[in-house]
């Protein structure tokens, strides 16, 4: 509800409002007009301006003298109003504390539940079962002679049915680790490793089974292997 006054000067009566008008006029909760002699000034804003108070829905009773003043606002039951030496607290910043205190907040339970089900970057809500599935690797069994490719990464078991050359992928150097590992079953045919630079390791006897891994070099661009047994 809209109300009206003159709170400086007493010359004015039958002061109203059209809610309507007013409302659709102006920005504010709340106008001042001041009568400077001649004309009323809309206050409320800064540069003042001079206005047909008829325009906001204003009508009166009356000769306005210079300095009378006209302030229209909701009604003040509305409002908390605040003033020296009373104090501000909870309860007058906002009439409907004690209901807002009793509803849910949809951001603080969003946020909850993102912080129940998303994954802890120090992996503590992390169940075994997932940290298994990290685990596993898809190993690729191969029986086979003749040239073989291995990917980046992978896992193999191979049983040489003839003589086998080993063909390694090419990297295109980045930050990651590049490793591959085989087992190799123990047999009379030759392992051509696809490549001639490796780290020291134990002497192998081929004719029983020996693993090797394959690890790519960042500073030459060379694969290198590490046999075991």
């Not at 409002?17 to 400077?36: H, I, K, M, Y």
């Not at 390791?201 to 694969?223: A, C, H, K, M, R």
Request: include cysteine; charged fraction near 15%; glycine fraction near 10%.
């Amino acid at each position: 509800m809209i109300i009206i006054g003159q709170t400086v000067g007493t010359g004015l009566s039958d002061l109203a409002v059209n809610e309507s008008t007013f409302v659709s006029r102006t920005g504010f909760d709340f106008e001042f007009f001041e009568f400077d002699g001649n004309d009323w000034v809309r206050t409320t804003e800064s540069p003042t301006e001079v206005v047909d108070l008829a325009d906001f829905g204003i009508t009166y009773t009356g000769t306005p003298v210079s300095g009378d003043v006209i302030s229209v606002a909701h009604q003040t039951s509305q409002y908390w109003v605040f003033e020296p030496g009373k104090g501000i607290n909870c309860i007058k910043l906002n009439e409907n504390f004690a209901a807002l205190q009793g509803l849910t907040n949809n951001n603080e339970s969003a946020l909850n539940t993102i912080s129940t089900n998303a994954l802890h970057k120090n992996g503590d809500n992390l169940d075994q079962s997932a940290i298994d599935a990290f685990k596993k690797d898809n190993v690729t069994v191969l029986s086979t002679s003749g040239s073989v490719s291995l990917n980046d990464g992978g896992d193999y078991f191979l049983t040489p049915t003839g003589n086998v050359t080993i063909s390694l992928p090419t990297i295109t150097p980045d930050q990651f680790s590049h490793t591959i590992s085989l087992v190799v079953a123990g047999s009379q045919y030759s392992v051509d490793l696809g490549t001639t630079h490796s780290l020291l390791g134990p002497d192998i006897d081929t004719e029983q089974d020996y693993s090797v891994l394959f690890i790519y070099n960042y500073i030459d661009g060379y694969w290198y292997y590490y046999m075991g047994q």
